[in-house]
């Protein structure tokens, strides 16, 4: 399968998220997911405070290499980081950007004995938290965005993210 690609996936009224899939495994996660992925989407959207709508946001799926260049750019943080959120300040109708990194996700979940998808939804949720402001610099607002991912997937099946093993 070739790399590229670019998917709209509506997420509710007024709301939606471009994809754009630089790196061809991304389509063995995100085909037939569409709904499941619109629905975190949406959850984690309206987790705290609602930005006004209409709302939309931008999600890179792509490779390490890209992702330590993006990390050494906008970071200057050496190597490649599984998820990597870019706020709009504008604080616009346009939310911001999300990059996810293939290989360190995919080496991530297998480490912990995690499902690949749950994995992948976990750290978009976690990259939508921070576009709405989450932080985890200190234990307290570590605390409360993890509890929020927590229910987040619990909602929509899927274990505990924290949790050392995950296969559902």
């Not at 932080?135 to 050392?164: C, T």
Request: proline share 2%; glycine share 12%; net charge negative.
């Amino acid at each position: 399968m070739e790399a590229g690609g670019h998917i709209v996936i509506a997420i509710s009224d007024g709301m939606a998220a471009e994809f754009i899939l630089e790196d061809a495994r991304w389509h063995e996660i995100v085909a037939g997911q569409h709904g499941v992925i619109a629905e975190a989407l949406r959850l984690a959207l309206e987790a705290g405070e609602m930005p006004a709508s209409p709302l939309e946001l931008g999600i890179l799926l792509t490779d390490d290499a890209r992702m330590a260049a993006l990390n050494a750019q906008f970071r200057g943080r050496d190597g490649a980081s599984d998820v990597l959120s870019f706020p709009d300040l504008a604080k616009g109708a346009y939310l911001g950007d999300i990059a996810l990194g293939y290989e360190i996700l995919a080496r991530d979940a297998g480490l912990a004995g995690k499902n690949l998808f749950a994995h992948f939804l976990h750290l978009l949720v976690h990259g939508v938290l921070h576009l709405k402001g989450y932080q985890h610099q200190s234990g307290a607002a570590a605390r409360a965005m993890e509890n929020v991912e927590r229910a987040i997937l619990a909602s929509l099946g899927f274990g505990d993210p924290y949790s050392k093993f995950q296969f559902a």
